[in-house]
């Protein structure tokens, strides 16, 4: 009978598609991009050259520059979309106005609204954009105009501040977007294939991926965790993690559905940290050290370490960007790999994805 099947409470590891985008190993702490790029190597090189690594599988000693070219010829916005951030951009709905931007955005851009990677081009360069004219405007600041000649991360930092960015603020924004662009079939990707499976364009693929993003679990608990380091420099580490645990709270950066070690994406943003915001590192690590000691007491039989998330507001941070602003920067990486699972189930014939449920009612 259908009621005695075994349900898998969140999916968790049921295996729904194959990928050669990439990988994580959650025992030995290990992830890797396609080709077996790992993730520290990666977290080194360009965000366009990952691009053409996960979209084309263009090897990465041999990056193809008419990606960054592609990306460039992609970041003017309608009038239309303009018009619309300039119209709600007060309102402080991040998440909301990126998702009705790039909607907008899709409607002048025919391309957007097909399953192809031409569309991935004009999403991923838009998505920027989008983000730095709703941080200026919504603090009263003029918009300003995308440049061509400025890869992604620094024409983001520039049309943020109005200003180039210093090296250091450039290399935490580009190492964020190319550790944060891809990692398996988690929430938003998923959410994005599941749209992408009943046959509609990548537009709504990323759309959908991007109303994932509002919830604390997964593109909120960055911010959260941010805001933990934040009571632990004003309070101390021990009186900011026991009034957490204490209300029953889940401590945000610690564990993770996947790694049953230390996130290796952490490990980078660790040192990023480390490097470029020594008042965050500092902080952080009192809080890391005292939570697992916490948390050691109340789930001994767990093995809990720090996620990525952890230490990616501290790296945002140095890169100048404001707290508002982080769950949408996500969206500027994530977006690289929402796109290329979208794009690689459809076309390796991936079915129609639709699960079924446990039926609880009455049998009659």
């Not at 093995?303 to 100048?320: H, K, M, P």
């Not at 290329?340 to 639709?354: D, F, N, P, Q, T």
Request: charged share 15%.
């Amino acid at each position: 009978m259908a009621n005695d099947r075994v349900v898998d409470n969140g999916l968790e590891g049921v295996m729904v598609c194959s990928t050669g985008l990439s990988h994580y190993d959650g025992i030995g702490g290990t992830f890797v991009l396609r080709g077996g790029l790992d993730i520290a190597k990666a977290a080194t090189m360009p965000f366009e050259t990952i691009l053409g690594l996960l979209w084309h599988g263009t090897p990465v000693d041999r990056p193809d520059p008419s990606v960054a070219v592609r990306l460039a010829d992609d970041r003017q916005l309608s009038l239309a979309t303009v018009g619309l951030l300039e119209a709600f951009a007060s309102t402080g709905g991040g998440i909301d106005l990126l998702k009705a931007a790039l909607a907008v955005e899709a409607l002048d851009k025919s391309s957007s609204r097909t399953l192809d990677v031409n569309g991935a081009y004009q999403l991923t360069a838009a998505i920027p954009v989008i983000v730095a004219q709703i941080g200026r405007l919504g603090e009263g600041r003029p918009a300003v105009p995308p440049r061509g000649d400025l890869g992604q991360a620094a024409n983001f930092l520039y049309m943020l501040a109005g200003q180039a960015p210093t090296a250091a603020q450039l290399r935490c924004l580009e190492t964020y977007l190319v550790v944060m662009a891809d990692h398996g079939l988690n929430p938003s990707t998923f959410a994005a294939c599941v749209t992408a499976s009943a046959g509609s364009d990548l537009c709504s693929a990323v759309v959908s991926a991007i109303g994932t993003l509002k919830g604390q679990a997964h593109g909120g608990a960055v911010l959260d965790a941010w805001e933990l380091v934040g009571q632990a420099e004003r309070q101390g580490a021990e009186a900011a993690v026991a009034k957490r645990l204490a209300a029953g709270e889940h401590l945000p950066g610690f564990g993770h559905r996947e790694y049953r070690t230390y996130d290796p994406r952490a490990v980078i943003f660790r040192e990023l940290c480390r490097l470029h915001n020594e008042r965050f590192f500092i902080a952080a690590q009192a809080v890391e050290q005292t939570a697992l000691e916490h948390l050691a007491t109340v789930a001994p039989h767990r093995t809990l370490s720090v996620n990525v998330d952890f230490y990616a507001g501290g790296v945002l941070e140095s890169a100048g960007v404001p707290p508002g602003l982080f769950s949408s920067c996500f969206a500027m990486a994530r977006v690289a790999g929402w796109c290329a699972h979208a794009l690689e189930y459809v076309e390796s014939g991936g079915r129609l994805i639709s699960p079924t449920s446990q039926w609880l009612g009455d049998l009659g």
